[in-house]
């Protein structure tokens, strides 16, 4: 891309001076957003449960010239939560953006597998930990008066999917919770938004579906598709969204 034409989408992407929090940053879409969100210029605080790839996020953005902390963290843990973002807040002082992105995946299992454990594991993780940071968040953002919160949903969730109703239960549960707190926050100029992503190439992607979704689509999508959309409402050019959902799916399902 011509540099002056990327120069122009970054000023206007930009987030500079901007502190950001994300979740399963150590693989997939959550690193794609880290590594993207860094070269906006935000301070980015990358947290996994996964030690070595969070690690590696780290030495990715470092290499790039970017700023950025990591922090373990497991966010079925509330007492782990609750440390990072005290940590932020020492290191930082403040925190303007959350992408909770952090989830496991259902493992394409049929109803009669998913036992009342398994439904719960799931909704723990998927769910209760988007709650969570949100949680701890809440009063450094409602005390600035400023800031955007990104909830990473699905398209299982407004579509359905073939099995893990787990999975599905749980992503519908973000998007309702976002557009609950986007209400509850409009005054105070904290912007929730969902992105409910389609088929992207991570590991959560299930090789069975990589054919059929290319018979119907030209590709399959990148972590950076969603990454450029989490970024997108973390910004201030997307000052005028709240509670609403962008679903980066390459025309698989349209709302
Ligand atoms: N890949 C897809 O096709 C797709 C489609 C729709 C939605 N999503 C959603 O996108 C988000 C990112 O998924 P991805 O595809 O990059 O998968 P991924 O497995 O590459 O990334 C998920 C990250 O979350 C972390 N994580 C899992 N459990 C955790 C816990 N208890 N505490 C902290 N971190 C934890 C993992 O270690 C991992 O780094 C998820 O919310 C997922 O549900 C993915």
Known sequence: MDESIKKSIYDFFSLKDKVAVITGAGNGIGKATAKMMAELGAAVIACDIEKEPLKQTMLEIIEAGGSVEALTCDITQPVQVKSVIEQVQDMHG??????????????????????????????????????????????????????????VSSVAAIAGDMTDIHYSAAKG????????????????????????????????????????????????????????????????????????????NGGEYMV
């Open 94 to 151: 403040t925190i303007h953006i959350l992408v909770n992105n952090g989830a496991t995946m259902g493992g394409g299992k049929t109803v009669e597998k998913v036992d009342e454990s398994e439904f719960n594991r799931l909704i723990d993780v998927n769910l209760r930990g988007v709650y969570r940071f949100i949680y701890e968040v809440l009063p450094i953002m409602r005390k600035q008066q400023y800031g955007k919160i990104v909830n």
């Open 173 to 248: 549960g973000v998007i309702s919770m976002s557009k609950t707190l986007a209400k509850e926050l409009a005054q105070e100029k904290i912007n929730v938004n969902v992105v409910a992503p389609g088929l992207i190439k991570t590991r959560m992607m299930h090789e069975w579906e990589i054919e059929p979704a290319l018979k119907r689509f030209h590709r399959i999508g990148e972590p950076e598709d969603v990454a450029a959309t989490i970024c997108f409402l973390a910004s201030d050019a997307a000052s005028y969204f709240s509670g609403q959902v962008l679903s980066p």
